[in-house]
């Protein structure tokens, strides 16, 4: 069974840094993307980073982000592709949201809501 297990959320002054992990297990995942998406108070669930898989695709072993956080925040992956964290630095108020690990085939695929979903971190940055 397929399981991901986020930790590292916690609360932050404006300007701090916090370091998300995701520990994946129950296949390789070598082949899968996986990614982080937050959703805040009120707001959908919005794509945040992700680590592709390997591949044949051309954007095997790529990663991307979403605009916001480009600079701020890196994604790191582990050699034996199970371990995905998200160093978060200078956070602003509006990275707060709970932070979910994901992984599916690709980011198309996470977000058209497919795939596997961890439970959440919360992640608050206070003014």
């Known amino acids: 069974q397929v399981q991901l297990v986020e930790s590292g959320g916690g609360l932050v002054q404006t300007g701090g840094s916090l370091r998300l992990s995701c520990v994946a297990s129950?296949?390789?995942?070598?082949?899968?993307?996986l990614a982080w998406f937050r959703q805040a108070p009120g707001k959908e669930r919005e794509f945040v980073a992700a680590?592709?898989?390997?591949?044949?695709?051309?954007?095997?072993?790529?990663?991307s982000y979403t605009d916001s956080v480009k600079g701020r925040f890196t994604i790191f992956r582990n050699a034996a592709g199970n371990t995905v964290d998200l160093q978060m630095n200078n956070l602003k108020p509006e990275d707060t949201a709970v932070y979910y690990c994901?992984?599916?085939?690709?980011?198309?695929?996470?977000?058209?809501?497919?795939?596997?979903w961890g439970q959440g971190t919360q992640v608050t940055v206070t003014s």
């Open positions: 680590s592709n898989g390997e591949g044949r695709t051309e954007n095997s072993g790529t990663t």
């Open positions: 994901a992984t599916g085939a690709g980011v198309a695929t996470l977000l058209a809501g497919l795939g596997v």
């Open positions: 129950g296949r390789s995942f070598k082949n899968f993307a």
